[in-house]
């Protein structure tokens, strides 16, 4: 148990609706990262939050935002879903912002998000 | 941007050793992270470098090169339950934002058989 929570951990839902995935970090970190990964490719960095304040930003989609609220944990907004949305979204978390050090990051089990 | 290349699969035999190649470009290079993932699992870390050599760690060791822009996994007393996807990750140092930025490779299968 690496102490990330994820919900839901299974999600359905048909195309152009809206999903909320939810992720609370372990106790004391304050970086959260958001990465999507489907069956053809590998995780895809989409963005990092530390303390409350976006601080990086990959390949996210404009149908998609995230925030991260005072009490630390952060959600993943999906709107106007595709079929190729369909994929699972992980949530690490890190003490800090990890410019040094291991850097380790500590990810959640997943939710599992199935666009049909 | 960057460009991180792993081979997709290998088979090795229990017991024996396996070494996993990743080579990259980046910019701004902030170190080199390797993590196991199993099928339907998160990923977790396994080991780190930002300077160049061997960094050990029970049966598993990394090495790193950044000159030439190359790491490698090894994998001692290679087990079953090994049997998973190796994930090669470079991290960007970001100038503007202080952002942290982790790029994952698509990742080496690797299947033990005995």
């Known amino acids: 148990d690496s102490g990330v929570t994820q919900t839901p951990k299974h999600l359905i839902t048909a195309t152009g609706q809206r999903v909320t995935l939810r992720c609370s970090p372990r106790?004391?970190?304050?970086?959260v990262y958001w990465y999507q990964q489907s069956l053809d490719q590998g995780l895809q960095f989409l963005i990092h939050?530390?303390?409350?304040?976006?601080?990086a930003k990959g390949n996210i989609l404009e149908r998609f935002s995230a925030q991260q609220f005072p009490d630390l944990h952060s959600e993943l907004n999906l709107s106007s879903l595709e079929l190729g949305d369909s994929a699972l979204y992980f949530c690490a978390s890190s003490v800090g912002v990890e410019r040094d050090g291991t850097g380790e990051l500590f990810f959640g089990e997943g939710s599992r998000l199935t666009v049909l | 941007g960057q460009n991180i290349d792993q081979p997709t699969e290998m088979t090795a035999t229990e017991g024996a050793i396996v070494q996993i190649n990743c080579t990259y470009q980046t910019s701004g290079f902030n170190g080199l992270f390797w993590y196991q993932q199993h099928a339907g699992e998160a990923p977790t870390f396994l080991s780190y470098?930002?300077?160049?050599g061997l960094e050990e760690k029970g049966r598993f060791s990394s090495f790193l090169s950044r000159s030439k822009g190359y790491s490698y996994l090894l994998l001692k007393e290679l087990q079953m339950k090994d049997s998973a996807s190796y994930l090669c990750a470079v991290r960007r140092l970001i100038l503007t934002g202080g952002g942290n930025k982790l790029t994952f490779g698509t990742g080496t299968q690797l299947k033990v058989e005995l």
């Open positions: 939050y530390y303390n409350g304040e976006e601080r």
């Open positions: 106790s004391g970190d304050l970086s």
């Open positions: 470098n930002v300077l160049d």
